[in-house]
T-cell receptor
């Protein structure tokens, strides 16, 4: 079965620190997409970053970067210089195929609290 | 550009009733996906609509049904409500039917079944 596991239910760090959220997944596919979505307390989910499995270079978006280890099926999110606005639930998700019939599979989420 | 909107924001129903949730997709988006998010869990895919046709369904019973209109807005209908249907229902739109595209989410509808 294709699954996503986020082993950290909750994390908290001080503002300006760096934090890494973990995600592992299971698939037998070789070509797929991985995502980190953020759900702030206001509930609207937004995309943080996306990684294509066939690209070896790790994706980055400003303060957000990923460490993609394909062989280990690991996809962690690093947030540098954390800000109060980063407080949110973070979900790791992946689409196991380029086929249109395949849908997002989600992890259970990590609650991240940034303390002032 | 108007984002994804959902109505109502909150809803309270009793077991056995029926409910309809609504979603307006972002301008230019022809694909709408619906998710159920139970408290403290990640979203679970219910189904997706692409140009008014169902384009994939998750592991949900037939009492969960949907519709997409010519303007690409969408409805989620749930019949014979059960207590376990209490959840946040999220709608997401995207410009294409492939789920590796970014999905744009609405704020959700919080359904409570008593």
């Amino acid at each position: 079965a294709q699954t996503v596991t986020q082993s950290q239910p909750e994390m908290s760090v001080q503002e300006a620190e760096t934090v890494t959220l973990s995600c592992t997944y299971d698939t037998s596919e070789s070509n797929y997409y991985l995502f980190w979505y953020k759900q702030p307390p206001s509930r609207q989910m937004i995309l943080v970053i996306r990684q294509e499995a066939y690209k070896q270079q790790n994706a980055t978006e400003n303060r957000f970067s990923v460490n993609f280890q394909k062989a280990a099926k690991s996809f962690s999110l690093k947030i540098s210089d954390s800000q109060l606005g980063d407080t949110a639930m973070y979900f790791c998700a992946f689409v196991p195929s380029m086929d249109s019939n395949y849908q997002l599979i989600w992890g259970a989420g990590t609650k991240l609290i940034i303390k002032p | 550009e108007t984002g994804v909107t959902q109505s109502p924001t909150h809803l309270i129903k009793t077991r056995g009733q029926q409910v309809t949730l609504r979603c307006s997709s972002q301008s230019g988006h022809n694909t709408v996906s619906w998710y159920q998010q139970a408290l403290g869990q990640g979203p679970q895919f219910i189904f997706q609509y692409y140009r008014e046709e169902e384009n994939g369904r998750g592991n949900f019973p037939p009492r969960f049904s949907g519709l997409q209109f010519p303007n690409y807005s969408s409805e989620l209908n749930v019949n014979a409500l059960e207590l376990d249907d209490s959840a946040l229902y999220l709608c997401a739109s995207s410009p294409q039917r492939f789920s590796y595209n970014e999905q744009f989410f609405g704020p959700g509808t919080r359904l409570t079944v008593l």
